[in-house]
């Protein structure tokens, strides 16, 4: 029988999850947090959600006053995706939605792996991370992989849209691109022409090349962040693995999840 998810309120002091899940999440690190996309905020208030009124900028360039429906922290987190939608195997080890961020609460652009060419973007990131939000995680283990982790975070407010713009412009200078960092982790990126969902969307898969005193491991992972009006979702996976083997999700399985993860926030924002 399926156990229903576990939904913490994150208020200080917090209760952390297990030493061993945060150091997988730790092995996995940047290629699981992909490149500079996916923030948790939301709103406090009812259950019903807020409204605020803002001005922001079509795609036209015009601008328009819009009322706009603010979901509420629980509203997101219900979003989320569960156990039951990721099948056989899964294994939820986390569940918050919280109204101050916590370590284990990280903004979009700290899950991701931002290139050093997108560092001015993802640096002006910062005054558009709320505070509030919710965010799920979960572990999936597979044959021959040290961790296979995932990750989604959903936020809500009035700057949605011009934060998924800045997120946007901190990925896409990263893609096809190299880099090593200065211990010696070797990471490649690509922006993939995935079908879009939501209103608008950005997918980004990262391979690293990590080295250890064991023996080469290998990173590979795929993220996708996507607007549904005022809400932002990012969900993100990754497998830490040998280097010589190839267990993975292949592009896929991932539309697979995305597409049902987009379901339920389209769900959520057009009722």
Not at 56 to 76: K, M, N, V
Not at 80 to 102: C, H, M, N, P
Request: glycine share 6%; proline share 8%; net charge negative.
């Amino acid at each position: 029988m399926q156990r229903s998810p576990e939904v913490r309120r994150s208020t200080p002091p917090r209760i952390h999850r297990s030493a061993p899940i945060r150091r997988r999440w730790a092995a996995i690190g940047c290629a699981v947090a992909l490149s500079a996309a996916l923030a948790a905020c939301g709103s406090s208030g009812n259950s019903s959600g807020t409204s605020a009124t803002t001005s922001p900028s079509s795609s036209s360039g015009q601008t328009l006053s819009t009322a706009l429906r603010i979901f509420t922290p629980e509203e997101l987190g219900a979003a989320l995706l569960t156990e039951a939608d990721l099948g056989s195997g899964w294994t939820q080890t986390q569940r918050d939605v919280f109204t101050v961020r916590a370590p284990e609460n990280p903004a979009i652009e700290d899950s991701w792996s931002l290139c050093p060419a997108a560092a001015e973007q993802g640096a002006a990131l910062v005054t558009l991370t709320p505070p509030a939000g919710a965010d799920a995680e979960f572990e999936h283990p597979q044959p021959g992989a040290k961790a296979h982790l995932m990750r989604q975070q959903a936020s809500s407010d009035a700057q949605t849209e011009t934060y998924f713009a800045a997120l946007k412009k901190a990925i896409e200078p990263c893609d096809g691109t190299t880099w090593t960092d200065p211990a010696g982790t070797t990471t490649t990126a690509r922006v993939v022409p995935a079908p879009p969902v939501g209103e608008e969307s950005i997918s980004l898969d990262t391979v690293m090349a990590i080295p250890t005193p064991t023996g080469d491991m290998a990173s590979l992972s795929h993220a996708t962040l996507a607007r549904f009006g005022t809400a932002l979702m990012s969900t993100s996976e990754g497998t830490v693995t040998p280097a010589a083997t190839n267990a993975q999700t292949s592009d896929a399985e991932w539309q697979s999840i995305v597409n049902t993860a987009a379901a339920k926030f389209t769900n959520l924002t057009s009722s």
